[in-house]
């Protein structure tokens, strides 16, 4: 199982993480997306594929796991 609290989280929704928050607000997801440290993605299906999300993300990121069963997409980073 995934810890969803961890001390390298970064939450993409802004809820706890006040630069996402900022970068929302700034309407600016794509730059705190290409600039976060993260090499991958993991959240629920339905929040990964909202639009406001993923058409950042898709530039920057592969899909690895698309799985309706669990409700569960990975991404990792392109080189």
Known sequence: ???????????????????????????????YIKNMPAEYILDWKKIVFIEEH????????????DSKEQNLAVLKRRD
């Open 54 to 65: 993923y058409a950042s993300v898709e530039k920057y990121y592969d899909v690895i796991l």
């Open 1 to 31: 199982m995934l810890g969803y609290f961890h001390d390298r989280t970064l939450n993409l929704d802004g809820k706890v993480n006040p630069d996402m928050l900022s970068a929302i607000l700034n309407e600016d997801r794509e730059s």
